[in-house]
């Protein structure tokens, strides 16, 4: 665009414009919902439109308010508005723009001066929670935090939270829905006494003293007569219910976002106030910018693929980009052994890329969730590459690892050798909190557990290295690993998670971890979960200017048997990145009795006995809804419990260990013949067929709990080789 005079006319503010953009700028009053795709250039046609409304005299600068979801954004608005010759316009994000207003209006409204604003929720929910009796250590006051957002930015009052969140499909972290709301009035009464309010409480009470007090929503609205809103998508019900009572019955409002980039609904946002905007406002101008300014053909033409719906259509009111940049590199899927190999895979390629002139801070390596993080750092830091960590610490500098290295340096002093390797690791990450089962409730607890589970995979990796380590060396392996991580942290190449790269982009993305499981995540079992997922995917796609290189591994560790497969959301992408993108059904390297490979067969969808879909992991791995009754014997299912009972506590471990619920109800309603047949279960990995297979096949065929383990401890002894040291 060629620069502008210093007091340029309306129509200049047009030039070098879209069409579409040009569409949004040239109509600045009436409401007007933009859909906007990836790299579209949005803030540059809302900036060019408030610019327009302003010199053509359609509205007045002061009258003007951009709304922005980060400080970031809002200085940029506002320096862009600057640049374009217009000043005066505010530009701020909803709870600046609402602080403001409230601190004007208290003393009017309530008076006296507005109360202070915490900064951090953190002491009043450990204060709230400890006036109950109830103990959550630092993690866990955070996830609890989290909570009382979303009940707040869901207008929910201890009264109506439970009820709200058993709808909504929410678990309270640690608590159950009805405690959750008793620490919710507590921390409410915790504010009080303290004189203080927290940041969703500014909405709330301008929204109440708006909704109370005509005299200050008419001054509002008399200050306020145009708004331009920007990613709409992430919009909650008390931003919106706000943003309603600013407006009132004027017309005046422009707002833009991308439905494919809802990413955030675990917070209470919903595209739903995007998609539907038209359905309040009859009259509204509909934009759709498409025409994508920052990515090659062949990264638009990946984005536009695994936002493809099955028909081939687009999905929920997502735009179809078209790229106006020239021809690049083509992105590549890359499959890797296993997480170490992927990430020294990774840290070569930027080697080559630094080596030959590309900044670092110009690449990004992206992932679902912050565990991940933890091989990158290692790859990196051994061939001296800088890196920073975006929206997270450094994984050595996290508090859940250092605690549990403390206790980890305590175990090497005591260490006698009578516990293997792995599963000491293990037992002293229990005390620092981790558990053997992946939790069910995400944020802040998932990032930790994830934290932990990756020093047990370290262990692990060591271990298969040398089979004779003990828990002194794996001390010195840490100690080594953080002190290689020392390296600068500016212009390093940036590691982040998927939901910390919105907004940014680099010439060049590494996306890794790119199979189900991790896209998407194993947590997320419900169709809208799962679409979310999707969307996370479409993210971080178009964070990539230029290159962009995809890669997954079979395996999280070296050695260990490769039981992933390509994301599902791949499935449509093999004209680009080839057949290798297309998820295919779980193959087992099992050998059965003739020697052949037995494929391991894909867990059912429907429910076998009324054909419902199965929502849940459990219920796909028995392969029957939860409502409809069982199929297997019962004296046949309780042989195998009572089995499964001596055997874990013969092994001194939780009965899951052995076999989950699911996929011992599995086995009985399937009863396997064989071992081929026995494999086929999902649950039954090739380690647990080794130990239990003759077993469980044993009494299938008629035996008693009592004499097949009574079998198994004669054959044990006989051989010198416990059977439980076959998988290790």
Avoid at 36 to 59: E, F, P
Avoid at 418 to 445: C, K, N, T
Avoid at 481 to 496: E, I, K, W
Avoid at 553 to 578: E, K, M, Q, V
């Amino acid at each position: 665009m060629p620069t502008l005079p210093a007091h340029p006319s309306a129509d200049a503010i047009l030039d070098g414009l879209d069409p579409q953009q040009r569409e949004v700028a040239a109509n600045p009053t009436g409401p007007m919902v933009v859909l906007a795709g990836a790299g579209t250039g949005k803030t540059r046609a809302i900036t060019h439109r408030i610019a327009y409304a302003v010199l053509s005299g359609a509205q007045q600068p002061q009258r003007t308010l951009a709304v922005t979801f980060t400080a970031r954004a809002a200085g940029e608005m506002r320096t862009r508005l600057r640049d374009l010759g217009v000043g005066g316009v505010q530009a701020r994000t909803f709870h600046a723009a609402a602080l403001r207003q409230l601190h004007y209006f208290w003393p009017q409204a309530i008076g006296g001066a507005a109360p202070e604003v915490m900064p951090h929720k953190a002491g009043a929910v450990a204060e709230a929670a400890g006036r109950l009796r109830m103990r959550f250590d630092r993690t866990g006051i955070r996830d609890l935090a989290a909570e009382v957002e979303w009940a707040k930015v869901s207008m929910l009052t201890s009264e109506t939270y439970a009820a709200a969140a058993r709808a909504a499909g929410r678990e309270a972290p640690g608590l159950d829905l009805t405690a959750m709301a008793r620490v919710l009035a507590a921390y409410e009464e915790v504010k009080a006494e303290r004189g203080v309010i927290d940041f969703e409480d500014v909405l709330l009470v301008l929204v109440g003293i708006l909704e109370e007090n005509d005299a200050v929503a008419r001054a509002v609205r008399e200050q306020y007569r145009s708004f331009v809103v920007d990613e709409y998508q992430d919009v909650n019900a008390l931003q919106q219910r706000l943003l309603d009572l600013w407006l009132a019955d004027r017309k005046d409002i422009c707002v833009v976002g991308d439905p494919a980039q809802t990413i955030y609904s675990f917070t209470g946002a919903s595209p739903a106030h995007l998609l539907g905007f038209r359905s309040r406002h009859p009259r509204a101008r509909q934009v759709e910018l498409v025409r994508n300014y920052r990515s090659t053909p062949e990264i638009v033409g990946l984005a536009n693929l695994v936002l493809r719906s099955p028909s081939g259509g687009r999905r929920s009111g997502s735009v179809v980009l078209e790229a106006q940049r020239q021809t690049g590199p083509t992105p590549t899927l890359a499959h890797h052994d296993d997480d170490p190999a992927e990430a020294a895979a990774v840290a070569a390629q930027i080697a080559d890329l630094v080596a030959g002139g590309t900044a670092p801070a110009d690449i990004a390596v992206l992932f679902r969730t912050n565990g991940q993080s933890e091989v990158v750092e290692s790859a990196l830091a051994d061939r001296g590459i800088p890196y920073l960590v975006r929206g997270g610490e450094r994984f050595f500098q996290r508090k859940e690892v250092r605690d549990a290295v403390v206790l980890l340096r305590g175990a090497a002093r005591s260490d006698d050798g009578s516990v293997l390797l792995p599963e000491l690791v293990r037992d002293v990450l229990l005390g620092a909190g981790w558990s053997r089962e992946v939790p069910v409730a995400g944020g802040a607890a998932r990032e930790r557990w994830e934290s932990l589970a990756a020093l047990a995979a370290l262990a692990d990796d060591l271990f298969a290295a040398d089979g004779e380590a003990r828990m002194p060396a794996f001390v010195r392996e840490i100690d080594e690993r953080m002190a290689a991580q020392h390296a600068p942290s500016v212009q390093g190449v940036t590691l982040a998670s998927l939901h910390a790269a919105k907004g940014l982009e680099w010439g060049t993305v590494f996306l890794i971890g790119c199979s189900d499981g991790y896209l998407p995540i194993a947590m997320a079992d419900t169709p809208e979960a799962i679409e979310e997922e999707r969307r996370l995917l479409y993210v971080g796609v178009t964070r990539a200017r230029d290159r962009l290189v995809l890669s997954w591994s079979g395996a999280r560790t070296p050695g260990a048997r490769a039981t992933r497969r390509p994301s599902r959301f791949l499935d449509g992408t093999a004209s680009i990145l080839g057949e290798g993108a297309r998820s295919q059904p779980k193959r087992s390297s099992r050998v059965g009795g003739s020697g052949a490979k037995t494929p391991k067969v894909a867990r059912r969808s429907t429910c076998r006995t009324c054909g419902k879909d199965l929502e849940t992991a459990g219920e796909r791995t028995v392969g029957r809804c939860s409502t409809c009754p069982a199929t297997y014997d019962e004296a046949l299912f309780e042989s195998l419990r009572e089995w499964r009972l001596a055997t874990s506590r013969a092994a001194s471990v939780p009965a899951f260990v052995v076999f989950t619920d699911a996929t011992l109800t599995a086995i009985a309603e399937q009863a396997p013949a064989d071992v081929a047949a026995l494999s086929a279960i999902s649950g039954v990995g090739q380690r647990k067929l080794d130990l239990y297979g003759p077993q469980v096949l044993a009494i299938l065929g008629g035996a008693t709990p009592s004499s097949v383990i009574e079998s198994a401890t004669i054959f044990s002894d006989e051989s010198g080789s416990a059977a439980t040291d076959s998988g290790a």
